[in-house]
């Protein structure tokens, strides 16, 4: 595996840095990205130490459009060959839609979605020249659910990126690449802080908040099996299954109680 890594963007905390501690774990060599440059090398020491594997990381923000291009060229002038592609970045916008300037809804977009089509998209020739790859988008359970009333665009992006996951598997799974949509539930991160809706995390029960290793260690394993999608814990299992086949007004009565402030009028 010497020249073969293991990418993972939004790698410096939560479900990225859980699933590049399981990757590692594996003996996968890694590329890590995220904002914070200094976090990422004392995490790739960490890493080197425990698992002895290799680690580079390259610190970047995929709110800009020419990343993507940034990262795939720092891992062709470093012979880096992407043999799995972690799709993980990503935050919440917490203040309501029409009041959020366009330019950060834009930004959202690329971090969430464009940019993952984008580092597929210039990852995707050299999985198929070697008809091997794995590809993990991290998605949501908010994908299934109901429209909420904060982060207006987090679920239907969720959603998009669930079949754009499908479309890889329907254009490539014949050359031995596989796309797995990760969608967990509330996972306990800095996500929530960073985005503004701690408040709304703290008020949900206990029994739907998972930690973010177990997240990793059950999305690892859903991808490498080839699973198209996978929805974390039987707790959110059964979830996605009422979510799939009640009705919406029943759905957003149960929201209010399990899921505080994202059914709130």
């Known amino acids: 595996m010497d020249k073969s890594y293991a990418l993972i963007t939004g790698a410096s905390s939560g479900i990225g840095l859980e699933i590049a501690n399981n990757l590692a774990s594996k003996g996968y060599n890694l590329i890590l990205t995220a904002r914070r440059e200094e976090r990422l090398s004392n995490i790739a020491k960490e890493i080197i130490n425990k698992f002895d594997v290799r680690v580079d ?6 709110s800009d459009i020419n990343t993507p291009k940034e990262i795939f060229d720092f891992c ?16 919440g916008i917490k203040t309501p839609f029409h009041e959020t300037p366009m330019e950060d809804e834009e930004d959202f977009i690329r971090v969430l979605a464009t940019s993952v089509i984008a580092l597929t998209k210039i990852f995707l020739p050299s999985m198929m020249e070697n008809q091997n790859g794995k590809i993990m988008i991290v998605s949501s359970v908010a994908s299934f659910s109901p429209p909420s009333a904060i982060q ?18 329907i254009n490539y799974n014949h050359l031995g ?58 707790t959110y299992k059964i979830l996605v299954f009422m979510l799939k086949n009640f009705p919406e007004s029943l759905l957003s009565l149960f929201g209010r109680k399990l899921a505080p402030g994202r059914y709130d009028k």
């Open 57 to 62: 990381y390259i610190a970047c923000d995929l």
């Open 76 to 91: 062709n002038i470093k012979n880096y060959q992407v043999e799995i592609l972690i799709n993980n970045a990503g935050y």
């Open 152 to 169: 207006a665009l987090y679920g239907p992006i969720k959603t998009f990126m669930n079949r754009f996951s499908d479309s890889i598997n």
């Open 177 to 234: 690449i596989s796309s797995t949509a990760l969608c967990p539930g509330f996972t306990v991160t800095e996500f929530h802080t960073a985005s503004g809706v701690q408040d709304e995390m703290d008020r949900v029960p206990s029994f739907l908040k998972f930690s973010a290793e177990r997240v990793a260690k059950e999305g690892v394993e859903a991808m490498f099996a080839g699973k198209p999608i996978y929805v974390p814990t039987m």
